[in-house]
């Protein structure tokens, strides 16, 4: 038994269904983690192996991402309508006939083509995997298969570019995708134990999708993501012209929800403050995870002198953590409670990202790791307690859309927080190049960064606060 099963045993129900639909769940959430990370380190021997340029072939990587992004929420939400174990057998068999037309592929446009097919199928196991978790989980037992997610999500993307560069050193670059044909047929027999989500599916949608609204949320997410991508935290005239289409395509989307008899995202659902400033949170806070991962190889690179390979280490202390703390941070969420592991998990954080500049000058390189590891710890028990709590506040029949939007708020949070902390630890550096920094520029730049990251931290923690006294007065006339 691997160690997805054995804890997939120790976090669902007694039932053998139960259990084989937990290691499902796990097993797609960990293919579309895999999926995200593992194309990187191919990309030099891509440019060769397809004589393209390095430009070019990073849309093999950015194309998945938009995939993901521009498609999370529609998908979450057809699964609300056909019913969410029919569409995780779909989306697992997308991904895995994409992985095998990835392999296959003959030229550039070819490979990126099927890797925005293949981002499509693991949009619909990131929205469906949390969405099934009420069906398959008992309720007191949601935080730590919520923190079993996260840890499976987190090793995913830590495993992606040292496995990737293994198998490019044994078969070439095809074998990256190939080792995705066994997992996908083997989350497919294990996704076969799910139970049914609604047992309307057997009879198809019975409100109409709104595919309006699907197109236009999926042009305006897709705007912003090359935007954010492509400018990389400066505003030039395509970028801006990108910034501009998305603002116009959000009012727009906004304007036609209001309108809709059947909306894709009612938006009378963000007055609920659990949900929208669960939303809001997981966006400030993942931009701040991905603070670490933009700033840490340039800082580590400059003030301490680390190669490319010692750099790397370094920096995969970080998914270690989330990968070792995930588990208890999902126990500690089921034992005490959501909303006081929320503001547990963001005073770790900020306590973090505010002492590590001067943790780092103080102690050198193990004081920059155990601060890392203090923000990461953070935010896993962060993550398991509030998609736990997202997650069993949302209606049965909304939480594949509710999923969807919690994963679209941390892909957002991610894509934005590359852009804008670069950026600032740029600004903080007073230098437009990043990669030649002297080691006094280095620390400026990371005392700037992650002085506006603990900010973050410090806005999500007053969403929180908000959020729990907000909670706390609707409680007793729920109960009258």
Request: glycine share 12%.
């Amino acid at each position: 038994m691997n160690k997805v099963d054995h804890a997939a045993w120790a976090i669902a129900p007694q039932d053998a269904t139960g259990r084989w639909a937990m290691a499902s769940l796990s097993l797609s959430m960990l293919m579309s983690s895999l999926g995200t990370s593992i194309a990187n380190v191919a990309l030099p021997t891509l440019a060769q192996a397809l004589d393209a340029s390095f430009q070019a072939v990073q849309w093999v990587v950015l194309a998945y991402l938009l995939a993901i992004t521009s498609t999370i929420v529609g998908v979450g939400r057809l699964g609300d309508l056909m019913g969410r174990r029919r569409l995780l057998l779909a989306g697992i068999t997308v991904f895995t006939l994409a992985s095998a037309l990835c392999s296959a592929a003959p030229d550039l446009g070819w490979l990126i083509a099927a890797r925005g097919l293949q981002g499509v199928g693991a949009a619909t196991m990131m929205a469906l995997t949390l969405a099934l978790v009420g069906e398959v989980v008992p309720k007191e037992r949601t935080g730590r298969a919520m923190g079993l997610l996260g840890t499976l999500s987190a090793v995913g993307t830590a495993l992606g570019p040292t496995l990737g560069g293994m198998l490019i050193a044994v078969g070439g670059w095809e074998a990256i995708f190939l080792i995705q044909l066994p997992l996908g047929v083997a989350a497919l027999i294990l996704a076969q134990h799910c139970p049914p989500a609604d047992p309307r599916s057997a009879g198809g949608p019975s409100q109409p999708f709104d595919k309006t609204g699907m197109v236009l949320l999926a042009l305006t997410l897709a705007a912003y993501a090359l935007a954010m991508t492509l400018g990389r935290g400066r505003v030039g005239f395509a970028n801006g012209v990108l910034l501009l289409a998305a603002v116009g395509g959000g009012g727009l989307f906004a304007w036609h929800e209001a309108r809709a008899k059947a909306p894709l995202v009612s938006l009378a659902m963000f007055r609920q403050i659990a949900l929208s400033g669960g939303f809001a949170m997981s966006a400030l806070v993942t931009a701040v995870v991905m603070a670490s991962l933009v700033v840490g190889p340039f800082y580590l690179a400059s003030a301490f002198g680390l190669d490319a390979m010692r750099v790397g280490l370094v920096m995969s202390s970080g998914p270690l953590v989330a990968a070792l703390s995930g588990l208890p941070a999902g126990r500690l969420v089921d034992r005490l409670g959501a909303q006081g592991m929320i503001l547990a998990g963001l005073g770790a954080m900020a306590l973090g990202a505010f002492t590590l500049p001067a943790l780092s000058a103080r102690f050198g390189l193990p004081g920059s790791v155990g601060a890392l590891a203090v923000i990461t710890a953070g935010y896993a028990l962060f993550q398991a307690a509030n998609n736990t709590a997202v997650m069993t506040c949302s209606r049965a029949d909304q939480r594949g859309l509710v999923s969807g939007l919690v994963n679209l708020s941390r892909n957002l949070g991610l894509i934005t927080g590359a852009a804008f902390m670069g950026a600032v630890f740029a600004f903080g550096a007073a230098t437009p190049d990043i990669t030649a920094l002297t080691p006094q520029a280095a620390a400026s730049g990371l005392t700037v960064a992650f002085a506006v990251a603990g900010g973050f931290v410090l806005a999500a923690l007053l969403i929180a606060v908000l959020s729990h006294l907000a909670t706390r007065r609707t409680q007793p006339l729920r109960a009258e």
